[in-house]
Nanobody, 116 residues
């Protein structure tokens, strides 16, 4: 059974940093791209970052470029999202995601709140 178990997140002041983790199981993690999405209250879920199978290709939403870094450790079946220079507009629930056998799988979500 495919599972994506998230950790990290919390409350941080503007300008601060957080790191999210997503531990995967139940599929061949190293064979699939991974992504992070976020959803703020009253808004649609949006793609934040994507990383290729071996981590050599990454893509970011314009709103997070230069501040967020997605990475993966295939030996640990884990994908990370390092978030620096956080701003109040980054406040959202963050979800890890993979597309496996023609469907999307999601973590349960991790709340990130940026506030002074």
């Amino acid at each position: 059974q495919l599972q994506l178990v998230q950790s990290g997140g919390g409350l941080v002041q503007p300008g601060g940093s957080l790191r999210l983790s997503c531990a995967a199981s139940g599929f061949s993690f190293s064979s699939y791209a991974m992504s992070w999405y976020r959803q703020a209250p009253g808004k649609e879920r949006e793609l934040v970052a994507t990383i290729s199978i071996i981590g050599d290709i990454t893509n970011y939403a314009d709103s997070v470029k230069g501040r967020f870094t997605i990475s993966r450790d295939n030996a640990k079946n884990t994908v990370y999202l390092q978030m620096n220079s956080l701003q109040p507009e980054d406040t959202a629930a963050y979800y890890c995601n993979t597309h496996f056998r023609f469907r999307d799988y999601w973590g349960r979500g991790t709340q990130v709140t940026v506030s002074s």
